[in-house]
């Protein structure tokens, strides 16, 4: 079980849960307004799980062109 909202949710509502409110929260604040965007990410889970929630709301919204199965990301990995 995990936590969110301060309830808990099975693997599978947990997530239909925080996609909901990740995409809830990106139409709120205008956050994606293009059809390109560039992600930058550390490779970690955080940071892959922002590529992974952007690539959903564009799929989900058709925003974008997509190249085969992926959509015009920029994927930028900076090692220390």
Not at 20 to 47: C, M, P, Q, R
Not at 64 to 74: A, N, S, T
């Amino acid at each position: 079980m995990a936590c969110f909202d301060s309830l808990s949710y099975c693997k599978k509502h947990f997530i239909d849960a925080f996609e909901k409110k990740a995409f809830e929260t990106i139409k709120k604040y205008n956050l994606i307004k293009g059809k390109k965007i560039a992600v930058a990410t550390s490779g970690g889970k955080d940071s892959t799980s922002v590529l992974y929630i952007v690539k959903k709301y564009m799929q989900k919204n058709k925003l974008g062109k997509p190249i085969g199965y992926v959509y015009q990301f920029l994927l930028i990995h900076f090692k220390r």
